[in-house]
Every structure is written in C-alpha cells, then in structure tokens.
C-alpha cells in the first residue's frame, strides 16, 4: 500500500513511520507543517529509502491536501495539535487545526476514494473515571481545549463515515512514551531536567493516573487497526500500565541516580483529570498485545535520551 500520513514528522507518527518501513513493502508520504513539535530530525536516516517520501504541507490547506493525498491507498490521520497546556493558553488553534484541519481531510480522502482512513486519537476524549475502565462504546466527556477538539475530530472522521461511507477507522491511545517525544511532556521532560542537573517540576500532589503505553506498542496497534480493523469502528489502544505520576517520577529518579530532593512541587494545572482508564478488548481482539514490559521500556527510553542530546537540546533552548 501507499500510505499517507499527516504528523508523521512528529513524535508517535515518525515511530510509526519507522515501524512501517521496518515491518512491512509498503510505502510512506509523510505531510507534516512542521510547527514546534514536528521535527525533521525525528526522521533521520530515512532519506535514503525510496519508498520513503516528505512533503511540507498544512492539513487545514486543502489544495496542498489534495495535491499530496492522490495516488494514496491509505490515510493516516497523526496530526494535531496535543499539548493540553497549551491549548488552554491558545485554544483557538486547537480548534482550528484539530477541527478543521480533519475536516479537510476527511473531505480530499472522500473525494480522491482512499481505501482506508484512520483517525488517530487519545483517551483524553473519555475524560477522567474515578473507577472502572471506559470502553469505544462509552459517552465522551473531555475537559480541556484539546481533549474537546480532539472528540470533536473524531465525531467528524465518523460522520464521514456514516454520511458518505469513507472508510474511516478510530484509534484512542493512552499516554504514550519513547524515543522522539517533544521534551515538554512529561517523561522526556523529567528525564532532559535531570540530565541537565536540573529539578522536575510535579504537577499538585503527582497522584494523577494514567495508563502508559510503549510508542513501539502503539504503533503495532495502530497498524494492526489499519489492516483488520472494521470500518467504522473505535479501537483503544493501552499498555496496561496505570500509574500515579509521582510513581513515574520516582521511577525517572532511579534510573537517573537521583532522590525526590529533585522534586518540585508546582501549582497544578487548570481542569487536571485525575485519572484516565480504558478497556483494549476490542483491538485485542484483533491479535494485539503490548509486547514491552513497562519498567525495560522506560528504561530503554532514558537511555534514548542520554544517548541523544543532539536531538533534544535544541528543542528545549528554543523553548527557553
């Protein structure tokens, strides 16, 4: 298949991008704009393979869309803008990009008749559960700009779905983590702070959950979802692993050689869910499975960031 995948440039989209030119003879468009998270360098030493290809475009552009998109099979929808602080600083361009930019794509994939079109999106969507675990077929309740225009993109990609039979397809995933995260999430953030000497800051009392997910691992979803999914379906892809974020905190510590005097404590975020949870029954079904165990893998993730300063020490002294 010829794939053409949106955000491919940035964290989880150039993971998959790599796992789909290691696993398979497909070939692969990324369109990616190239805001703050998308970054060139996430694709390094892709170049060289043919079946390899880059085209600078905005997915609220529908010429430069539909320009791009022809000759695809396939659609894979990573780009967005993801950041909830951020978009509680500037939602409008959440809206915009989120909203309006999978609009146009879902409108240029019905146009051209692509043969499937997958819509990556987040458990955030669900909201927070004090208790249990939200399925695909659960209410939507999300509490922040992004989470909102998120749920609002994917009821968009479905509606195309009903209204004109694009092939669409639906993943929801939990908090992802591993090589190429853009150093303000929290794990690569923790990790770069104290590789720099320098203090993490913990949001409120760090006892929010969440369930994190191996990128590598979510990425194997995701393509298995792509290729036996049904049409019209959700899919939420987990790791299984629910921790507190002072767990996660401490656990960075360890494996840095540090000790919770590297904590600070800073006021917490405005509507910070408490904790996110979701069944995976349904993409288990398919075959899918997390293949990597949590503490290995985020020990293999700090090494990434140790062993690749290049990468991320531009990223963060253009932040500063």
Request: charged share 25%.
């Amino acid at each position: 298949m010829k794939l053409f995948v949106t955000g491919g440039a940035g964290f989880i989209g150039s993971n998959y991008v790599r796992h789909v030119l290691g696993s398979s003879d497909d070939s692969v468009t990324v369109f990616d704009a190239l805001t703050y998270a998308g970054n060139l360098d996430n694709l390094r030493g892709l170049d060289d393979d043919p079946r390899f290809a880059f085209v600078k475009g905005d997915i609220t552009d529908r010429d430069a869309v539909t320009a791009a998109m022809k000759g695809h099979d396939a659609v894979l929808h990573f780009a967005a803008e993801s950041h909830v602080d951020r978009s509680i600083a500037s939602p409008d361009e959440f809206v915009h990009t989120n909203c309006d930019g999978t609009n146009v794509m879902c409108d240029v994939a019905r146009t051209i008749g692509v043969e499937r079109f997958l819509q990556v999106s987040t458990d955030e969507v669900y909201g927070s559960i004090e208790d249990g675990s939200f399925s695909e077929t659960d209410a939507l309740g999300p509490r922040s700009p992004y989470s909102a225009s998120k749920a609002a993109a994917d009821l968009i990609a479905l509606s195309y779905h009903v209204t004109y039979d694009v092939p669409v397809l639906v993943t929801r995933s939990s908090n992802n983590f591993g090589p190429y995260q853009f150093p303000e999430k929290l794990i690569p953030l923790f990790v770069t702070n104290l590789l720099e000497g320098k203090k993490v800051p913990l949001y409120g009392d760090g006892l929010n959950v969440r369930d994190w997910c191996y990128v590598e691992d979510n990425c194997a979803g995701v393509d298995l979802v792509l290729r036996k999914g049904t049409v019209g379906e959700i899919y939420n892809v987990g790791g299984g692993n629910e921790l507190t974020n002072r767990v996660i905190t401490d656990t960075i510590l360890e494996i840095l050689g540090h000790d919770d005097s590297m904590i600070e404590y800073v006021e917490d975020r405005l509507g910070h869910d408490r904790r996110y949870s979701i069944t995976t029954d349904r993409v288990r079904a398919l075959g899918w499975s997390p293949q990597h165990d949590f503490r290995e893998a985020i020990g293999a993730t700090v090494a990434w960031y140790r062993d690749n300063a290049w990468w991320w020490e531009p990223l963060k002294q253009r932040g500063s």
